[in-house]
């Protein structure tokens, strides 16, 4: 089936610690992007990629960093620099061009301890 | 930053009842979409208008845009308890490619 895949569902991550969550699409989609959600709330815009090899800030970038080596994979790091990095993390892609759908993966909690 | 405020914030209806969402937005747009998440899940595309159009229908959904007054609405009629979840409006500005901004969404619960 076709979609996005994202890993882990859970992670805990120690003070201190970078973690990186997996997202993988296979829509061929070029453009992908980082969300974050906090609890009862809306999303915010980590990182997005419109093409291999590039990507820009969003309004959260501070404390995260990402890569787009290959078009079906964004993989987002969350640094020791986050301070508050314990959210709901959404990984999502489109065709990357005004109007188009986004679509979503299944999210990843992060939790520090 | 987010580009859209919803609401109410939260509503609570009963089956079978009309179920109404506003968005308010800050910017001009060229598109607003509505998703819709599940508790713990993903979003899910609903609906997108264009900035050009006043109003589009999809099955149980209705969707108007007013961009003199920055803000759209998403009727849902003849609600089920399975359209409770988070509703969110998104917004594509000129000159920003595919990149959305999404509001803070409306809680939807609907009980039999």
């Known amino acids: 089936d076709g979609g996005i895949t994202q890993s882990p569902k859970y992670l805990f991550r120690k003070e201190g610690q970078n973690v990186t969550l997996s997202c993988e699409q296979n829509?061929?989609?070029?453009?992908m992007y980082w969300y974050r959600q906090d609890p009862g709330q809306g999303l915010r815009l980590i990182y997005y990629s419109q093409i291999v090899n590039d990507f820009q800030k969003g309004d959260i970038a501070e404390g995260y960093s990402v890569s787009r080596e290959k078009k079906e994979s964004f993989p987002l790091t969350v640094t020791s620099a986050q301070k508050n990095p314990t959210a709901f993390y959404l990984c999502?892609?489109?065709?990357?061009?005004?109007?188009?759908?986004?679509?979503f993966g299944e999210g990843s909690w992060l939790t520090v301890v | 930053s987010q580009q859209g405020e919803e609401d109410p914030q939260a509503l609570s209806i009963q089956e079978g009842e009309n179920a109404t969402m506003n968005c308010s937005y800050k910017?001009?747009?060229?598109?607003l979409q509505w998703y819709r998440q599940n508790s713990g899940r993903g979003l899910v595309h609903l609906i997108l208008i264009r900035s050009k159009k006043r109003e589009k229908h999809s099955g149980r959904l209705r969707v108007t845009l007013d961009t003199s007054k920055k803000s759209s609405s998403l009727l849902i009629t003849a609600s089920r308890a399975a359209d409770t979840a988070s509703y969110f409006c998104a917004t594509d500005a000129p000159g920003t490619a595919s990149k959305l901004t999404f509001g803070t969404g409306t809680r939807l619960q609907v009980t039999l």
């Open positions: 999502a892609s489109s065709r990357g061009y005004s109007g188009n759908t986004i679509y």
């Open positions: 910017t001009s747009i060229n598109n």
């Open positions: 829509l061929n989609h070029d453009a």
